[in-house]
Every structure is written in structure tokens, then in C-alpha cells.
């Protein structure tokens, strides 16, 4: 297929109320006006970015991993989203991606922002996750990954790139820099899917969930403080006749990311 149609949700996360949370999402989703094949939630869009891991995590059958094979069941879509998991005693800013079928796979955040204390309260990941659907490659990032070209990297084995985050007012400027730039370098679709509101911190989100092309055009883009959904198609017809026309991968160096 050369059209593949994915929906972003921009909340206003309510802080540590799981059963809210979900409730909002459910509302939202059952709005929408047309059918998608994918669906991108933020970063810890249950609860919002706590560092009460361990009071609020959940195992792999709790009750948000069943909200999304519900909800990726009744409306036939990949559902993707980063919760707190408890697994065999270690907590994880685990990026969900649950398929329509009930099956799933999974990303624990590797880069923990250690200003915000992530890494006193989560364990880092060190597995990328790559994904299909309907013939179009999916590489899923959490918020600070955005900060590190490497571990960003295609080596022509992605098509589109996505960023799920909780990434603060202040540095607005840095998130719309950095995913153009993620674009250009990996000449991949790029996705950030921010959330809006202020926290129980007190730290503002501004949104701009947005999507850039990979010439580093803006194609899609959600207003600061806007809550609710938006959904575009992207071609993957477009993109290979770029990377045909323009191959700056068979140029790339050869280095791999050591563990």
C-alpha cells in the first residue's frame, strides 16, 4: 500500500489518575470522524511523567495494557503509547505498541532525563523497536531519545520516525529543531507527539505535536494547547522516489552503536 493513515492525540494529561486518563482517551478515540490504521498516544499517558514509579507502575496485564487491546480490537488500529510497567521487580517507561490482534511489542526508553531524576526512579532500555504495518516502517522513540542522533539512526530500515513525549514549554524551540533535523539526517517521516497542560510540578507543555517529511517540510502540526486528535496520510510512494532521487543513505558511515 502506498497511503498509510496515522492519527496523533495531543491530552491534557490528568496527573496520576490511570482510570481518567483512559476514560478522556476512550472519549477522544470514539470520536474521531474516519477510520486509521495507527494511533499515537504521548509519553506516560496514563499518568503523566511521575517519578512515582514504583506506586504507580503496572504489570504487562494490567489494567492500561487491556484498555489497548480493546480499544486496538473495536477499531482495528496499532495503538501506541508509553506507560509505567513493573517487570520482575525493575520499572520501565515502556513504550506499548499494541497491534489490533491483541499482540504486542515493546521499548523501554533508553535515554532517562536525569535532570528530571528518570534515572533514579526508571531502568534504561537498550533494544530498539521496529514495527510494520500495511507495507510502512516504524521506528519508536521516547522524548529525550530525541536528543541522540546515533541511537536515532536509520540504516534504511525505518520509513517513519516517531518521538512520544512529555517535552516542557521552555525548550519548544529545541523540540521543533531536533525533529526537523531527525527528518533531514534519516531522510525519514518524523513524528513528535507532545502532550499539553501543566503538571503537579508545575512544568507547562505546549503541544506542537507535529509531523515533518523527509525534506524537512512541516506537513502537519497541532496549535499550542490544543487537546484532541489529528490525522494524516502519508505516502510511502513519495518517500522512496525522494530516497531513489536523493540517496544520502548509501553514503552514511558504517559505525554501530555499542551497548
Not at 504495518?133 to 525505518?158: E, I, K, M, T
Request: with cysteine.
Amino acid at each position: 500500500m502506498d497511503m498509510i493513515k496515522i492519527t496523533l492525540i495531543q491530552p491534557d494529561i490528568i496527573w496520576e489518575d490511570i482510570d481518567a486518563n483512559l476514560a478522556r482517551y476512550s472519549t477522544i478515540i470514539e470520536g474521531f470522524q474516519e477510520a486509521t490504521e495507527v494511533v499515537l498516544l504521548p509519553e506516560l499517558f496514563s499518568t503523566g511523567f511521575s517519578m512515582r514509579s514504583r506506586e504507580l507502575a503496572e504489570p504487562m496485564e494490567g489494567k492500561t495494557m487491556e484498555w489497548m487491546a480493546d480499544q486496538a480490537d473495536k477499531f482495528k488500529f496499532a495503538l501506541a503509547g508509553s506507560i509505567i510497567i513493573n517487570d520482575e521487580g525493575n520499572f520501565y517507561n515502556r513504550l506499548i505498541w499494541m497491534q489490533k490482534d491483541g499482540s504486542y511489542h515493546y521499548y523501554d526508553k533508553r535515554h532517562l532525563f536525569r535532570m528530571g531524576g528518570e534515572d533514579e526512579h526508571y531502568s534504561p532500555g537498550n533494544k530498539p523497536l521496529l514495527v510494520e504495518v500495511n507495507g510502512a516502517r516504524f521506528r519508536l522513540l521516547v522524548c529525550y531519545d530525541l536528543r541522540f542522533p546515533v541511537w536515532s539512526r536509520n540504516r534504511n530500515d525505518y520509513d517513519i520516525l516517531v518521538y512520544l513525549a512529555n517535552w516542557p514549554s521552555p525548550r519548544r524551540d529545541v523540540w521543533n529543531t531536533l525533529l526537523k533535523a531527525r527528518a533531514l539526517e534519516n531522510q525519514s517521516y518524523t513524528i513528535g507527539v507532545n502532550r499539553v497542560g501543566k503538571d503537579a510540578m508545575g512544568i507547562d507543555y505546549n503541544g506542537e505535536s507535529m509531523v515533518y517529511d523527509a525534506r524537512g517540510n512541516r506537513i502537519a502540526y497541532m496549535e499550542p494547547g490544543f487537546t484532541g486528535s489529528h490525522t494524516i496520510q502519508l505516502s510511502l510512494e513519495q518517500l522512496s522516489a525522494f530516497r531513489k532521487k536523493f540517496p544520502v543513505w548509501r553514503d552514511a558511515d558504517p559505525f554501530m552503536l555499542g551497548d
